[in-house]
């Protein structure tokens, strides 16, 4: 990802990514395909709900850095046809090589095959259970449909860029800001609140678009702000040394969060684990909002160095077919160790963790040692899906686009 206008880099973003995308394949091998314990689900558990999070916050951001709100309007028919070249390719491919295990399997294939293919599911929460993974692109897709309106709205808040704009302190003080990033911060924990006194599956609040359309547009919200002032940097009064130093504290307070999942794992249970996971992910945009902030504006430090390696920026790249495809491969790579995928090692999980429970999807299968071939897999099936499918896609579909705006 380019660098753009004043001082923002988003490489750090792109290789954020790439790593976020790694930890999601690697914490749905160890806790929906690994062995179990007899008290445990799953042996090596890892927090990975806090990066689906953090993908949230970044696409909200970036999206809003490349559509700079205090230019002419978005034009919503060209906005929306580009974002559905970003995302439905490799959905749609994603759900064909899903296809075979959804329909031996499921146990709603009629609603999930008309609701999955249209992006729908997380409004609807019926939708595809051996896929669940793409449940938060649907949550994607309804932010990116309402997306050009709220950023008409939210241009009335956040003052343009101009010279003698005061800055950052401008924002600091400016009360609709403050206003609006509450509401956006609070509902989820509100409907939360609700999801715990009402008994209700706690998977809902990961899947469900009222969750997660707040932090996408706290990324936007962030965007905002930041497309408002031309030298930032200068105007938050930080020398490089000093962002550099923040960027690396923010980085080790966001690891730290999520290492914690394993300490309370190990010492109250995997109840407290999902539960800690449910909360942190919702608890965390604060956090991961200040980070994504000085990522883009640090030049060096031993963060950057990390996110800009070319490996990590090659994943970066492939973290949308790597999130995307990631579930359907690893049912592949199940039948591949075991030789089928067995539909009783399911109901015996389900009877384990209680028919209600909102762990007990998915299969154990693989052993931890497969964890290294299974991942290779993974990034190999997402690299050609880049390259032939996403890639040519998305490009194709923007022609399509521009030779029709010829045509008129």
Known sequence: MPTTDHCINLSPLTGLKGIS?????????????????????????????????????????????????????????????????????????????A???????????????????????????????????????????????????????????????????????????????????????????????????FGIPFGVAHRWILFRAPQFFLGVVLGCIVNSYESEIETVGLTQVQITLCTEILSLLVISSSGMCTVLTYTFGIQVWFRYQIWLEFLIPPLHLLWIYFLV?????????????????????????????????????????????SLMQVRERKIRMGPDSTLAEGLFGLEFGDIVWVIVVVVFVSDLTFRYVERPARTAIVSLLRNGEKNK
């Open 297 to 341: 504006k640090t030049r060096n430090g031993p963060t950057l160095w990390c996110l800009n390696l070319r490996v990590v920026q090659y994943l970066g790249e492939r973290s949308y077919a790597i999130y995307c495809l990631h579930y359907p491969i690893l049912y592949f790579c199940t039948w591949v160790r075991e030789g089928k995928v």
């Open 21 to 97: 995308s790694l930890l999601i394949v690697s914490g749905h091998f160890l806790t929906h395909f690994s062995p179990p314990s007899p008290t445990q689900y799953g042996l090596l558990p890892l927090e990975y709900f806090s990066h689906v999070t953090l993908f949230f916050l970044i696409s909200g951001f970036t999206l809003t850095i490349i559509y700079t709100p205090f230019t002419p309007p978005i034009d919503k028919k060209t906005f929306w046809v580009k974002r559905i070249a970003r995302v439905a390719p490799v959905y749609w491919f994603a759900l064909l090589i």
């Open 99 to 197: 296809l075979p295990s959804f329909l031996v399997y499921s146990k709603s294939v009629v609603p999930g095959l008309i609701i999955t293919p249209l992006f729908l599911q997380s409004f609807t929460l019926v939708g595809s259970e051996l896929c669940s993974p793409l449940w938060q692109v649907s949550a994607f897709a309804g932010c990116y449909l309402i997306y050009p309106f709220v950023i008409t709205s939210l241009s009335k808040i956040i003052h343009p860029k101009r010279k003698d704009a005061t800055g950052i302190s401008e924002v600091l003080i400016n009360v609709g800001v403050w206003k609006l990033c509450g509401y956006l911060y609070i509902t989820p924990l509100m409907f939360l609140i609700c999801v715990e006194y």
